[in-house]
């Protein structure tokens, strides 16, 4: 069955290419199919379309289609399109002549709109917990290992003391920027486009601020056009934002594979969490933080990949977007299990004390020393060169007495004021 069909049957090759793998990802969709036929066919009844014994019926129908939906006992049935096929034929096979009254006043453009418009909203919901799940874990950690320093690097050379409480903090606050991103990909997936029909509204009086609040929609995308327009958009901003995450996690990933090696040695995990060699029976690898990074690095791409299929398209729908959940539904799956298997594997992590007793860090101090000379009154650059020449000549002693106190440093990890930050952008969401 198809919604277009005027009794003609396309090529079989034709319609295998076109369809492509709608069938399978549309079954992802299909809760968010009968919810946003729902709303509309209220809205139908409300103007006079349907007959309240009519709506009663489809309702009914499309309550039974929602308790096979959730029960795993809904499919596409071959031959049928999509799942808004599957759905109308479902209701005019078990409720006659009404089925097919439910699509009035919309075309599958807007119908396949609402269903991305529903999913969308509702797994950046999902992202955004997995990510305030990480944020927690590692700002519990942060404040756990406030104390216990390790060096910090640049451009891989020892620079200055560091802290685990640093390091957990800083990768915390960054998941905290990301969220502002997922926040604003939330608000323009928060807009109602049903009415629009194929981008230029429909001659019935529908209502379309009775499906808006009915959808739960935070507003409308009022001019019809711009509505068909946001296929594509509302895709890019949520790749912008999961790539932004994704950055976060990969870079993560690539710190704990550094630290884990045995030329550093800062943290280890149980080897039940890690992997083996056949050959070399003292390995303990870092398979999930390499899958983790290698995944991260995939979904950089992911905002390229849907720029590029919406670049240069006229006005109006075109199928090119039909392919915009073959990129976003994958990479959607593999950021919710990086964020879940980096929590897990957070949660059995061991990291090393009295890392900077090994006099291959003294050199981390020597800031220290500077800016405790200058405290004193000696000029900086004259400190500067006094603990330079110490280094050089090799005689070099580090007091090792660690004083931050600003906002930030080792000693004020602001660990509550970055905990604001998250709760502020998680609000824009509406989650606590």
Request: proline residues 4%.
């Amino acid at each position: 069955m198809k919604l277009w069909s005027k009794g003609v049957e396309p090529n079989e090759l034709v319609e295998k290419f076109t369809v492509g793998k709608d069938r399978e990802l549309d079954l992802q969709l299909a809760r968010h199919d009968v919810a946003g036929s729902v709303a509309h066919i209220k809205m139908l009844q409300s103007i006079g379309l349907l007959t309240p014994a009519e709506l009663s019926a489809l309702l009914g129908g499309l309550e039974q289609i929602g308790r096979e939906i959730a029960a795993g006992q809904f499919a596409i049935a071959p031959g049928v399109e999509d799942v808004h096929s599957q759905v109308e034929m479902l209701l005019t096979q078990r409720l006659g002549e009404v089925g097919k009254k439910i699509h009035a006043g919309r075309s599958r453009n807007d119908q396949v709109l609402v269903d991305l418009k529903l999913f969308f909203r509702e797994e950046i919901g999902h992202i955004a917990q997995a990510v305030q799940a990480l944020f927690e874990t590692l700002a519990a950690l942060s404040e756990k290992h406030k104390d216990v320093l390790m060096p910090g690097y640049t451009h891989l050379q020892i620079a200055m003391p560091s802290s685990f409480g640093l390091w957990f903090g800083a990768y915390a606050e960054s998941l905290a920027d990301d969220a502002l991103l997922l926040a604003a990909a939330y608000k323009i997936a928060n807009q109602n486009p049903l009415g629009s029909a194929a981008g230029y509204g429909s001659s019935f009086p529908l209502n379309r601020a009775m499906t808006t609040s009915l959808l739960g929609f935070g507003d409308l995308h009022y001019n019809a056009i711009a509505a068909q327009m946001s296929r594509g958009k509302t895709e890019r901003a949520l790749a912008a934002a999961m790539a932004a995450v994704a950055a976060t996690v990969g870079r993560f990933a690539m710190d704990v594979c550094l630290y884990m090696s045995q030329n550093f040695a800062f943290i280890t995990f149980p080897d039940a969490l890690t992997t083996g060699s056949s050959i070399m029976p003292h390995k303990k690898n870092p398979d999930v933080f390499e899958l983790v990074r290698g995944k991260c690095n995939r979904l950089q791409a992911v905002p390229n990949e849907a720029a590029l299929l919406c670049a240069n398209l006229p006005t109006g729908y075109h199928r090119d977007m039909q392919l915009l959940k073959e990129i976003m539904f994958p990479a959607i799956e593999d950021l919710r299990s990086c964020l879940h298997i980096t929590r897990f594997m957070l949660q059995h992590i061991a990291v090393r004390e009295n890392i900077l007793e090994d006099a291959k860090y003294d050199c981390l101090f020597t800031v220290e020393d500077v800016n405790r000379m200058a405290l004193g009154g000696v000029p900086f650059r004259e400190a500067y060169r006094k603990v330079g020449e110490q280094v050089r000549q090799g005689c070099y002693k580090p007091e090792k007495t660690m004083r931050h106190t600003h906002e930030g440093s080792i000693g004020n990890l602001c660990t509550e004021q970055i905990a604001a930050k998250m709760k502020k952008a998680l609000e824009g969401m509406g989650l606590p």
